[in-house]
């Protein structure tokens, strides 16, 4: 998550197959949630975690070696599960930073006809802070929870997607150099898609989800009030998923993960899910953030919990969720 120095508060965030061509959806026009028999592998979800926040990658400050080791392991990632690129290669390049960097950026087509011409975007931060200059045991910025944790969460997504095959709408899968610097990845690609006339209908985005709350929700979204995705996420799951964060009001979440840059680019519902909420994670750009302090349970969980709630996202025939006014 992007460092605000005025405030030096995180900001966040958001199979086993015995049949892994299925993902039972009812009819679109049903409200129903949808049954989606595709099962999260707890293994697959530790081992890609703890590959991303490795010591090997050495805190994944964008312009580094170590970012470098990061967006191989990611086109590797989506190479050895059939996810195309969406430009020449999947390496978008930074037009707003003054060393090569990377996006990282996959698509999986849509099935329908004409919705696959409308995109929804689910994208984590691959970047992190580096390494510790000062002279200490451990120097490495792991930044498992910030944010290996959201971008292992949008490699599932991708992984259910390429193997079920259930999305009517494309999806465009991004994993983002640059937010730590000021949100660089994020303003840089939007600027592309605009040229583009990109067809968006939502962006959600995943930051911090690496432990659970103690609360009677999973996640909070930010900009709660600003359309109507945390009431629509709940109806496709069924369930009390997203909750109202106090917090993230206060310290207006919103404009500070990569979510922002696409909604100033196209005042469409863009929005951060995360877990972390202000009491239950100590480790925000510390060394101490690494895999050993994740809940591999709970982050399964999580991502299985919205599988029907992307799934119904991208095959509803219209676009139900919407900007509030």
Known sequence: MKKRYFLLLPFVFLACKSN??????????????????????????????????SDEMEGRETGTKGIEKAAVFLEDFFKQNKVKPYFVSYRDTLTNFKTPAYNIVGVIEGTDPVLKKEFVVLSAHYDHIGLEKKQQPDVVFNGANDDASGVTAVSELAKYFSETKSN?????????????????????????????????????????????MKRDYLAYITGF???????????????????????????????????????????????????FDFENFDFYHHVSDEF????????????QEFLPAVTKITITPTEEITMNN
Do not use: W
């Open 20 to 53: 892994p061509s299925v993902a039972t959806v009812s009819p679109a026009t049903d409200s129903k949630p949808i049954e989606v028999t595709y099962k999260v592998k707890e293994s697959e979800v530790s081992d890609f975690l703890k590959k991303l926040s």
């Open 168 to 212: 009517k709408r494309s999806i465009l899968f991004v994993f983002f150099a640059g937010e730590e610097k000021g949100l660089l990845g994020s303003k840089s690609l939007v600027q592309k898609l605009k040229k583009q006339n990109f067809n968006l209908y939502i962006q959600l985005n995943i930051e911090m989800i690496g432990v659970p």
């Open 225 to 275: 009030d600003k359309s109507n995705m945390a009431q629509k996420i709940n109806e496709y799951t069924g369930k009390k998923t997203i909750g109202f964060l106090p917090k993230e009001a206060e310290y207006k979440l919103f404009y500070r993960s990569d979510n922002f840059s696409f909604y100033e680019a196209f005042k469409k519902p863009c929005q951060s899910i995360s877990t």
């Open 292 to 303: 050993k302090v994740m809940d591999i349970p709970h982050m399964t969980s999580f991502i």
